[in-house]
């Protein structure tokens, strides 16, 4: 089955720098794979997600890119800023036969200070 | 807004007890999921229900089952509680498969559960 290696675990940043976020992933048939942030006490959001047929996807200060040869895919926060604190997961599915059935990435854990 | 609901935030459980975690979701959504969360293993898939009636097991099955009696609410079970299910439950929605293309997972506010 799919096995998703996040790093780095922790990952502490000055307000201002740019946050880099990587993730792996063991089965080539995986297409889509989506970024959450969770907040502490709150629940995972979605913030940013790409499919396989796409190399990268920007959403403001948030971009995801994707290396499929490789199995790879980063989240990139620019302009970090102290709300952007949380604990970030990637995910990968194989939809539609494993619909809703992510590997999630073990979580990363940002601090921002200003 | 996809409103997922899970009936308690905080449960504090002895071993061996019958836990009930429910979740309600009002979107009408077909796919339901519970997951788990523990500090760095990130979220594991325990069970999940593609439609009223149906369960399938995910990848960590054991000492829990589940029960979809209605199609906005998936409860999960603990059928005799242990400390090494001490953690955070998470349960999840997601849109439809057939015809939708790809869809993120909408989550709950989450049930830390502590056995003791």
């Known amino acids: 089955g799919e096995n998703v290696e996040q790093h780095p675990s922790t990952l502490s940043v000055q307000e201002g720098d740019s946050a880099v976020i990587k993730c792996t992933y063991s089965?080539?048939?995986?297409?889509?794979f989506p970024w959450y942030k969770q907040e502490l006490g709150k629940r995972p959001q979605l913030i940013i997600d790409?499919?396989?047929?796409?190399g990268e996807k920007k959403d403001q200060r948030i971009a995801v890119t994707l290396n499929k040869t490789a199995k790879h895919f980063s989240l990139h926060i620019t302009e970090t800023q102290p709300e952007d604190s949380a604990v970030y997961f990637c995910?990968?599915?194989?939809?539609?036969?494993?619909?809703?059935?992510?590997?999630f990435g073990a979580g990363t854990q940002v601090v921002v200070t200003p | 807004d996809v409103k997922v609901t899970q009936s308690s935030r905080y449960l504090v459980k002895r071993t061996g007890e019958k836990v009930f975690l429910e979740c309600v979701q009002d979107?009408?959504?077909?796919?339901m999921f519970w997951y788990r969360q523990d500090p760095g293993l990130g979220l594991r898939l325990i069970y999940f229900?593609?439609?009223?009636?149906m369960k399938e097991k995910g990848d960590i099955p054991e000492g829990y089952s589940v029960s979809r009696e209605k199609k906005e609410r998936f409860s999960l079970i603990l059928e005799s509680a242990s400390t090494n299910q001490t953690s955070m439950y998470l349960c999840?929605?997601?849109?439809?498969?057939w015809g939708q293309g790809n869809s993120p997972l909408h989550f709950g506010n989450g049930t830390r559960l502590t056995v003791t």
């Open positions: 999840a929605s997601i849109v439809s498969r």
């Open positions: 089965d080539s048939a995986s297409n889509y």
């Open positions: 229900s593609y439609d009223v009636k």
């Open positions: 790409i499919r396989s047929n796409v």
């Open positions: 995910a990968a599915s194989t939809p539609p036969d494993s619909w809703g059935k992510f590997q």
């Open positions: 979107m009408d959504h077909e796919n």
